[in-house]
């Protein structure tokens, strides 16, 4: 059984890799379904990557914090992974060139985005910004690079307080003053971090002490975290 004072400074545990070397991962019932259903190569490499990096990070953080490992055979094939029951939480995502899992003995939430996109961030921000927001990104001379940050910003917070992105981006409001984020859900234990790797603009929100650990392709990273002010509104 985990101590809760060591859980309580343990780091965040993030686990990457690219897409297309998960492709002999054992899958259970559920999930080989989910993948026989999948008519594109490049959604099904991305899948089973996905699901034995959760594995791998799964055994390696329960192994570290001294909780009992998930059974792989009872997984769900989508949605939230972690059994409920779990003693610790986790986040997915993934781009078309990497693949990250997230582990943290509380909530935690993970987004990443190509440094190279070139989204319609003008629109975007229209529509789903605030006006401090809005205006400040106009200000920047990368805008495009402005707007990756702020995006998985939010992301990340919507992921780690479980919602859904309609209606949620606002949730976290970024304090350009400060270079902070002002949360909807106060709670001083609440840690927001952003970093550029692999090419990708990553952000990690979590509750916790300590930055997050970072292993890519099994070899543990120096990630040159930045860590946000955090206010609540």
């Not at 899958?27 to 989910?34: M, Q, S």
């Not at 070139?118 to 400040?136: C, I, K, M, V, Y």
Request: proline share 8%.
């Amino acid at each position: 059984m985990a101590d809760p004072a060591s859980s309580a400074v343990a780091p965040p545990q993030l686990f990457s890799g690219s897409p297309g070397n998960g492709e002999q991962v054992t899958l259970n019932a559920a999930e080989k379904a989910r993948l026989d259903a999948m008519a594109d190569a490049g959604r099904r490499s991305t899948y089973a990557t996905a699901r034995q990096l959760w594995r791998q990070g799964a055994r390696h953080f329960t192994r570290t914090h001294g909780l009992a490992c998930p059974d792989f055979e009872q997984l769900p094939a989508g949605g939230a992974i972690t059994p409920a029951d779990a003693g610790f939480r986790s986040s997915l995502c993934h781009t078309q060139t990497l693949v990250l899992a997230a582990f943290n003995p509380g909530p935690i939430g993970v987004d990443a985005e190509p440094v190279d996109r070139q989204p319609p961030w003008q629109a975007l921000a229209l529509r789903w910004f605030s006006g401090p927001e809005t205006d400040w990104l106009q200000a920047q001379d990368q805008p495009e690079d402005a707007f990756l940050m702020l995006w998985t910003l939010k992301e990340a917070w919507i992921k780690a307080t479980g919602r859904g992105i309609a209606g949620n981006l606002q949730a976290l409001v970024f304090d350009p003053e400060h270079n902070g984020v002002v949360l909807d859900r106060p709670d001083p234990a609440w840690r927001v971090a952003t970093t550029t790797v692999q090419g990708h603009r990553l952000c990690v929100v979590w509750q916790g002490h300590a930055m997050p650990e970072w292993r890519h392709e099994g070899l543990i990273r120096d990630a040159h975290w930045h860590l946000h002010r955090v206010d609540s509104a």
